[in-house]
């Protein structure tokens, strides 16, 4: 799974509720891979809106990757800003973590 789809996820679990439990989902004894993938500016700036931004920093930061900004910028308005995206690529991109072994269970220990 990407960072990409991880940030899109979160627990509907009854123990999560509307807490800060149900996103991001945290990351634990995660196996980390990196694949190389095209670079495609049109898809990421397409995605910015769709990003949370303080998720992505949490879960890279989880994953030991530390290329982002911490504040949010605004890659919408900035044309000249092909190394941020270049990272954003990378980070959202070509870190993967394996789910081997079928899918794996998402749901809180609470429900």
């Not at 993967?96 to 220990?109: E, L, Q, T, W």
Request: glycine content about 4%.
């Amino acid at each position: 799974m990407r960072l990409l789809t991880h940030n899109l996820l979160a627990c509907h679990a009854k123990g999560c509720g509307n807490s800060s439990k149900n996103f991001p989902l945290e990351l634990r004894n995660v196996q980390l891979e990196q694949i190389d993938a095209d670079y495609n500016e049109v898809f990421l700036r397409g995605f910015l809106p769709k990003l949370h931004w303080q998720a992505l920093i949490s879960a890279a930061k989880q994953l030991g990757q530390t290329s982002l900004p911490e504040q949010e910028p605004d890659l919408l308005q900035q044309q000249e800003n092909d190394q941020l995206l270049q990272a954003l690529h990378h980070v959202l991109l070509e870190h993967v973590y394996a789910i081997r072994s079928g899918i794996p269970n998402m749901v809180s220990k609470a429900s």
